[in-house]
């Protein structure tokens, strides 16, 4: 796996975290570097007015951002700039409270071995995405064309194609990272997910982007756009996960 690299998102305030899933990767046999993840409380308001849309955050989510969800995203868009200033083709990235699976090395080898029929693939989820398998990747895992939703970010695969596209299209932020980066029809990506997942959620460790009080989301009568939105994007995104299904079967 010469043409792969991963990368671990981190915040210098939580060394502890690092350590932990360190350990685990290299138990497992993947080399691995530290990114500093981006303090969204500390990012300038006028990096803020330029990097993230809140009037469009509010339409299509129905809620008010936080600087935690800022930093998040600028993170995911930093660590693929640092990519893409490697020589690697692909990138494995974790968020730290994530915990690989023994499964993993497995599952990467099989899916560089298949790179040309995906740009982007899961590897951990909160929604199931109600996927239909495509590929085996080995022990017991698929690689799968979503049909529904499937929001979570902490550990995806991509190649130099999809950060070059992610770049050109994510900013300004108007979404959470993990509602953002799988729309696969807009961006003109082959989006795939892993299942079962083969990184799950570290239990022992705790949210660092901070958890919203009740006021953040707007009353239901404020809501409309954020419901026209969310039918229109299941929709195309039904229509994509059918022709990216017709696809896979054609081969």
């Known amino acids: 796996m010469e043409t792969l690299h991963t990368w671990v998102i981190n915040l210098d305030r939580a060394p502890e975290r690092l350590a932990r899933i360190g350990q685990r990767l290299d ?3 993947v080399p691995w570097t530290r990114f ?3 303090e969204g409380r500390l990012v300038p308001e006028d990096e803020q ?3 993230l849309d ?3 955050f509010g339409r299509l989510h129905g809620m008010t951002p936080t600087l935690g ?3 998040c995203y600028l993170s995911h868009v930093r660590v693929m700039e640092a990519f893409l200033k490697t020589p690697h083709t692909h990138a494995l990235i974790l968020e730290d409270d994530v915990r690989p699976t023994e499964a993993l090395p497995e599952v990467l080898q099989r899916l560089l071995a298949a790179g040309a029929r995906w740009d982007m693939v899961k590897l951990s989820a909160i929604h199931s995405g109600s996927p239909v398998g495509v590929l085996d990747v080995g022990q017991g895992h698929q690689m799968g064309v979503m049909f529904s939703r499937c929001t979570g970010s902490s550990a995806y695969l991509i190649n130099r194609a999809a950060a070059e596209r992610y770049l050109q299209c994510l900013l300004p932020m108007q979404l ?4 953002a980066y799988d729309r ?3 961006y003109g990506l ?3 997910r892993v299942f079962p997942e083969v990184c799950v959620h570290d239990d022992q460790i705790e949210s660092t982007i901070g958890t919203p009080g009740p006021s953040r989301k707007f009353h239901w009568s404020r809501r409309w756009a954020t419901y026209r939105y969310r039918l229109r994007n299941e929709l195309q995104r039904l229509a994509y996960g059918v022709g990216q299904w017709w696809g896979e079967r054609q081969r």
């Open 27 to 29: 138990a497992l046999g």
């Open 36 to 38: 500093s993840a981006v």
């Open 49 to 51: 007015a330029r990097l």
């Open 54 to 56: 809140r009037t469009g």
């Open 69 to 71: 969800e800022l930093g």
């Open 176 to 179: 959470p990272y993990d509602h």
């Open 184 to 186: 696969g029809w807009l």
């Open 190 to 192: 082959k989006v795939r």
